[in-house]
């Protein structure tokens, strides 16, 4: 079946770089999102990338493509406090209809 | 545009009555999801919507949750009788069925029953 997993928990200091990482199932997945969520905010589409790229880059955002080994990280370059969220990976799943399925997130604790 | 729209932002009632909640989607948008995040059970998919047509509704945790989408700009999702563990946050995402297909949330209702 679908799943989505990501680590639950990083920390890192302000100005270093942050690396969060996720793993997926479905080898059939035509998208992958990054989304970050803020306390008491809803989920903020960050990137997304398509299957048959390796990397997309956004500013301070990297997102890493890995198809063999269905991996997928979210690299955040000169990470600064207002960077500290949750952090949720997830892959449109089959059917259509644009379901996502979700990973757990990965909350982001940045430090001076 | 202004995204997706949620109400109430926050709800607090007392168990047994009856919840409901509401969202505009993006306009243009053509299909709707409903999501309820605890810290126990993280983010879960309760029901989604296309074209105004129930497609899933698998996640829809018992009979007592319910959930419309009479036209494109608006949908409810009703709980009755509600319970204490029913205190959440609820989200509704839209999404527009094209090449991307990525959903845009709303900022969520946060439903607490005492």
């Known amino acids: 079946g679908e799943d989505v997993e990501q680590s639950l928990f990083l920390s890192v200091r302000e100005g270093d770089s942050s690396v969060i990482n996720c793993t997926y199932t479905?080898?059939?997945?035509?998208?992958l999102y990054w989304y970050k969520q803020e306390p008491g905010a809803g989920l903020q589409l960050l990137t997304y990338?398509?299957?048959?790229?390796d990397m997309k880059q956004d500013q301070r955002l990297t997102v890493l493509l890995n198809k063999k080994d269905k991996h997928l990280s979210l690299r955040i370059a000169d990470t600064q406090t207002g960077d500290s969220a949750i952090y949720f990976c997830?892959?449109?799943?089959?059917?259509?209809?644009?379901?996502?399925?979700f990973g757990a997130g990965t909350r982001l604790a940045v430090h001076p | 545009d202004a995204g997706v729209i949620q109400s109430p932002r926050h709800e607090v009632t007392e168990m047994g009555q009856e919840v409901t909640l509401r969202c505009k989607p993006i306009?243009?948008?053509?299909?709707l999801f409903w999501y309820r995040q605890t810290m126990m059970r993280g983010l879960e998919l309760l029901i989604y919507?296309?074209?105004?047509?129930?497609?899933?509704d698998s996640g829809m945790p018992e009979d007592r949750f319910s959930a419309k989408m009479p036209n494109a700009s608006f949908s409810t999702l009703k709980i009755q009788p509600s319970e204490p563990r029913d205190s959440a946050v609820y989200f509704c995402?839209?999404?527009?069925?094209?090449?991307?297909?990525?959903?845009?949330f709303g900022p969520g209702t946060r439903l607490t029953v005492t």
């Open positions: 995402a839209s999404s527009l069925i094209l090449a991307g297909g990525e959903q845009y």
């Open positions: 479905d080898s059939s997945s035509t998208y």
């Open positions: 990338i398509f299957s048959n790229m």
């Open positions: 997830a892959e449109r799943g089959a059917g259509g209809y644009n379901k996502l399925i």
């Open positions: 306009s243009g948008h053509n299909s």
């Open positions: 919507f296309n074209n105004n047509v129930p497609i899933d």
